[in-house]
């Protein structure tokens, strides 16, 4: 594990999530949320959860267990929508599954609505809605996947044009240009 916390600049919290593993697929690779400390932190940092949160210590495996999961499967199902093909129905139950265990638990609050998730799912609760959300909105055509060796990471693209290219200019993209001027 990696004791940095990844920039969050995929423009969707569910895909800052999917970012939390650096040089996936590669002996390199770093996976910053390895354990139930690293997701506490990562989860303080995007304000999902209070500073003073702490899971009771029986809950912080199923944690571990339940946001690996659920990364596992915003992965998989953003990054084959970033390459122009249909997602596995088995990360997307996934996805469902997560969200409906946490609204199950969640209390329905004010207007506008929001919801409060309960115990672990105020972790795993908003990832998973963020990445139904993702889905159904127009802003899926924006998802784009930085195309640098070993990067990989998923991001909205956001520019008026469309023309972001690497998941952060400053990393990847000088890393490239960098390579071209060789």
């Not at 002996?27 to 989860?43: E, P």
């Not at 929508?81 to 209390?107: K, Y």
């Not at 998923?154 to 008026?160: E, G, I, N, S």
Request: net charge positive.
């Amino acid at each position: 594990m990696n004791d940095a916390l990844p920039r969050r600049i995929a423009g969707n919290l569910a895909l800052d999530l999917a970012n939390t593993i650096s040089w996936r697929g590669t002996a390199r690779a770093a996976d910053h949320l390895g354990d139930a400390n690293a997701i506490l932190a990562w989860a303080r940092d995007a304000a999902l959860v209070e500073q003073d949160f702490r899971p009771a210590a029986a809950k912080r495996a199923a944690l571990v267990q339940d946001v690996h999961a659920l990364r596992d499967a915003v992965y998989r199902a953003f990054a084959a929508i970033a390459q122009g093909r249909a997602p596995r129905a088995t990360a997307l139950e996934t996805i469902r599954d997560v969200a409906a265990r946490g609204l199950a638990s969640a209390t329905l609050i004010s207007t506008p609505a929001s919801l409060r998730f309960a115990g672990v799912d105020r972790i795993s609760g908003p990832l998973a809605w963020a990445a139904l959300d993702l889905l159904r909105s127009d802003e899926l055509a924006r998802l784009k996947q930085c195309p640098a060796d070993g990067c990989r990471w998923l991001f909205l693209d956001r520019t008026k044009n469309g023309s972001r290219r690497w998941c952060e200019m400053a990393t990847c993209g000088d890393r490239a240009k960098k390579a071209a001027q060789r």
